[in-house]
């Protein structure tokens, strides 16, 4: 057999000889674009040129800080295509986290959609790598920045060479990608994609037994591109030359309705709040979305309720996800087997609601003390996964041995499996939030609270909530002498000096005591129990 690297080039280049005329339609602050794979494919290879110019070079690390749209589509390939990493920097993450990812990755050059500067400009001073900013405006004229030195995207791309020529010859095992996890505890944990790793996905994607993504799809990534990958979308999508559909920045559930019913969008992908945010416009509104055949949710755990809207009043098919920031992302999908045709449909919703079967090419074990766990959809166990696109280690970090056992990465979540091997989450390990497909520390917010001079004790739970999922809650017991003295807002106040505005909980409630079990630990189960329908009775 001859042995010939899986490489992005290979990808970039099919769309450029395939699918030229294939198109990309792109929403930035000045409204739609529509360039075709041709024009992609050459603006690529002049941003490669433009980068390569201004200093990087094979290996060096390349941040992308911007939403989903055509240029950060021609970073995903410009930069691995020519020995260079892309680091795609989440833009939700705190200042303090946003400043230890750059840094702690080495970012040479950061690329910066324009209406993100001011947050770049808050910490610039404190980036140690990074030589020089490029502003990726529509415009050539540079916005009034605090950053230098600053480029234009567009002027560089206007001094680009159209004809520069990728790196064919790298090892395939040569990092082409990295994310940071949303950091639940402690600092992010940087995961390094490889050119093998991300071509092997792709074709994973396309296997009509997981999402069957091909040429003759639309595929609207509303999943942030700067989150694993967009979910391989964007990459699997060049490759196959199905055309794609960027939503852009602050896209609200009208425009995604608008794209969907204008574009005829036949495969998308975000998290619940999207899809719940989107079946309100569409009960408000008539739309058209009859041509999508799949709608893929992942992130968090997909609601009954949710699935049953989608699949019955709209006969949208709703596929439930698994995946984390190191898996690249995609281990299971609840799709149906022929064996299932047969089912009714409320037996088909329930299996939509767990998280599916394992794609080929990856194993999955569930684990507990005592071993693997039984297929009988009860006993719970640690997931854990290994595979071609699986990580195996974390990029610089001592917490790689807590994560990464015998060939194995321990996912932290716990599950079940059931007869047919279909997954279940069933709970999170460190009583981790997760609102809106991101993760919250509980312990973080606890002992922020807890820094506090009127704070005795506090805890903080996840309930359920009915457009993000879940939300923190925080029960806080006061110091004798503050008691009546402060209030829910004044700790909120505290809070948002230390936390991203999401991450602060709705609610405050004061308490004589927290249940603790016979060790002293925060009865935390007791506490959900009591408040879980918080948000079902405040209506």
């Given at each position: ?7 992005l ?7 450029e000889?395939y ?24 603006r ?5 040129s ?11 690390k390349?941040?992308t ?8 589509l021609?970073a ?32 040479k050059?950061?690329l910066?959609?324009p ?18 900013f490029?502003i ?14 600053v ?11 159209p ?10 095992r ?7 996890t ?6 992010p944990?940087?995961v ?15 296997l ?11 595929a609207?990534?509303v999943v ?7 979910w391989?979308?964007p ?27 204008q ?12 899809w ?27 609601p ?14 709703f ?9 690249s ?9 022929s064996?299932m ?8 919703i ?17 684990v507990?003390?005592?071993?693997d ?6 006993t ?5 996964v290994?595979g ?14 807590e994560a990464?056992k ?20 069933t ?6 939030i997760?609102s809106g ?5 509980s312990?973080?917010i606890?002992n ?30 006061l ?10 807002e ?15 909980p ?9 249940p ?7 009865l ?10 918080y948000y079902?009775?405040?209506?």
């Amino acid at each position: 057999m001859m042995d010939t690297p899986l490489l992005l080039t290979s990808m970039i280049e099919r769309a450029e000889k395939y699918f030229p005329q294939k198109e990309v339609v792109s929403r930035t602050l000045s409204g739609i674009h529509r360039f075709t794979y041709k024009e992609i494919g050459e603006r690529t290879r002049r941003l490669a040129s433009a980068l390569t110019k201004i200093g990087m070079q094979k290996g060096d690390k390349i941040g992308t800080f911007a939403w989903n749209h055509h240029r950060h589509l021609e970073a995903y390939f410009a930069v691995p295509c020519s020995g260079a990493v892309l680091h795609m920097v989440n833009i939700r993450l705190s200042l303090d986290h946003l400043t230890y990812v750059i840094n702690h990755a080495e970012d040479k050059i950061l690329l910066i959609d324009p209406d993100l500067l001011p947050i770049i400009e808050k910490i610039k001073d404190q980036l140690t790598t990074v030589e020089s900013f490029v502003i990726m405006s529509d415009e050539t004229l540079l916005p009034e920045t605090t950053l230098t030195p600053v480029y234009s995207y567009e002027q560089l791309l206007e001094e680009g060479d159209p004809s520069f020529s990728f790196i064919s010859d790298m090892d395939e095992r040569t990092p082409a990608a990295m994310c940071y996890t949303s950091a639940t505890t402690g600092n992010p944990k940087g995961v390094v994609y490889t050119h093998r790793g991300i071509v092997l996905h792709s074709f994973a994607i396309g296997l009509a037994d997981t999402l069957g993504l091909c040429e003759r799809d639309v595929a609207m990534p509303v999943v942030p591109m700067f989150h694993v990958n967009a979910w391989g979308l964007p990459f699997a999508s060049v490759w196959y030359g199905t055309k794609q559909v960027l939503p852009g920045p602050a896209f609200t559930p009208k425009l995604l309705a608008e794209l969907i019913e204008q574009e005829k969008v036949t495969i998308t992908g975000g998290v619940p709040t999207i899809w719940i945010g989107l079946l309100k416009e569409l009960e408000e509104n008539q739309y058209d979305i009859s041509s999508i055949r799949a709608l893929i949710c992942g992130g968090a755990a997909s609601p009954k309720g949710l699935i049953r809207a989608f699949e019955e009043k709209y006969q949208v098919p709703f596929i439930s996800g698994y995946g984390m920031t190191e898996t690249s992302p995609i281990v299971s999908l609840s799709t149906l087997t022929s064996e299932m045709d047969s089912l009714s449909l409320e037996e088909k919703i329930n299996i939509r609601a767990k998280t599916g079967l394992v794609v080929p090419g990856l194993d999955i074990r569930v684990v507990n003390e005592n071993g693997d766990v039984p297929r009988n959809g009860v006993t719970m166990g640690e997931l854990i996964v290994r595979g071609p696109w699986i990580a195996s280690e974390y990029y610089k970090d001592d917490r790689t041995k807590e994560a990464f056992k015998d060939g194995w990465l321990y996912t932290g979540d716990i599950a079940v499996v059931d007869e047919d091997g279909y997954i279940r989450i069933t709970d999170r390990t460190k009583d981790l939030i997760k609102s809106g497909g991101e993760w919250i520390s509980s312990v973080a917010i606890e002992n922020a609270l807890m820094s506090h001079d009127a704070v005795f004790e506090a805890a903080v739970i996840a309930i359920p909530h009915p457009k993000w999922q879940e939300r923190p809650l925080a029960c806080v017991v006061l110091q004798e002498a503050y008691k009546n003295q402060i209030t829910e807002e004044e700790l909120k106040t505290f809070l948002k000096g230390q936390f991203s505005k999401w991450w602060v909980p709705d609610k405050i409630i004061f308490l004589e005591e927290i249940p603790k079990t016979s060790v002293g630990k925060f009865l935390k189960r007791t506490l959900r129990d009591q408040w879980q329908h918080y948000y079902t009775n405040a209506k």
